[in-house]
């Protein structure tokens, strides 16, 4: 296991890197070829703002945090900082203890930016996306991403969670936001499979609903679990996959795709203020 995971460590970059590439590449094939839904703005006009986000966050984030997560991990573990440096589990149970930890807590995290009027308004231009694919899932406010780091590092040291798990974590939420927002059409029986075990597309869809009961609901990236526990979970929306209406009331006009009213919609007021 030790060796493994030094293997991992010592291929972040590249492992980063691949995944992000090949899940966003192989999601844009797969919806040329069986879409799930016809698109309402198409991807002219949204990829290069969507990607365009993705380039600014990922400078931002560099030049405002020096210390990444798997960083403090590192510090975490040589100062003896957090539960699993405090009590010495097994190397298994440490790197799917941590990962489970962290998937509740950016689960509790989502609610929130749902549910507090401030963290909405930066949350909400990741909503605004009237057509929702692959490329929605790396549409979120540099301010939302730093406050998403920042809370991810202190929960890395309170958990003491290993550089590894850190790692594996990251790399699992970025593929998964990528896979679940794609616009594919699943068989319903393997949607049924698929997501016991991983949000589907068609179950994080419902999440990304006009309608707002519906837009509060299918909260998870990772692991559909914590919707069923915590009573959040709804299985369809109630207008269909096809008919359904996306992104916000207030944020539709066409304009509102361009990368500069992206960044500048959380400090702009609209009717939905929460």
Do not use: C
Not at 40 to 52: T, V
Not at 203 to 219: K, P
Not at 241 to 267: K, T, Y
Request: no cysteine; hydrophobic share 50%; aromatic share 8%.
């Amino acid at each position: 296991m030790e060796a493994i995971t030094a293997t991992i460590l010592a291929n972040e970059p590249t492992l980063r890197l691949g995944v992000f590439v090949g899940v966003l590449s192989a999601m844009m094939v797969v919806e040329a070829i069986a879409p799930r839904r016809n698109l309402i703005q198409g991807r002219a006009r949204r990829w290069p703002s969507n990607l365009g986000i993705v380039i600014v966050n990922t400078l931002l984030m560099r030049l405002i945090i020096p210390l990444p997560p798997v960083g403090i991990a590192f510090m975490a573990t040589e100062r003896g900082w957090g539960l699993f440096n405090i009590w010495t589990a097994p190397t298994a149970i440490a790197l799917v203890g941590s990962f489970l930890l962290l998937d509740i807590a950016i689960y509790g995290q989502h609610f929130a930016f749902h549910k507090v009027g401030a963290l909405w308004r930066l949350h909400r231009m990741h909503h605004a996306d009237v057509d929702v694919d692959v490329t929605t899932g790396s549409r979120f406010h540099p301010v939302e991403i730093a406050l998403s780091i920042g809370i991810k590092m202190a929960l890395v040291v309170v958990i003491g969670a290993p550089a590894a798990a850190v790692l594996l974590f990251e790399i699992a939420l970025n593929a998964t936001s990528l896979f679940n927002h794609a616009n594919i059409n699943l068989p319903r029986t393997l949607d049924a499979a698929v997501r016991l075990v991983v949000v589907t597309p068609d179950m994080h869809r419902v999440h990304h609903s006009l309608h707002r009961d519906e837009t509060d609901s299918n909260f998870g990236f990772n692991l559909p679990w914590w919707d069923h526990l915590f009573g959040t979970y709804r299985a369809q929306p109630r207008d269909g996959h096809e008919a359904m209406a996306l992104g916000i009331s207030e944020f539709r006009d066409p304009r509102e795709q361009r990368l500069d009213r992206m960044l500048v919609q959380p400090f702009r007021d609209g009717t939905n203020t929460q």
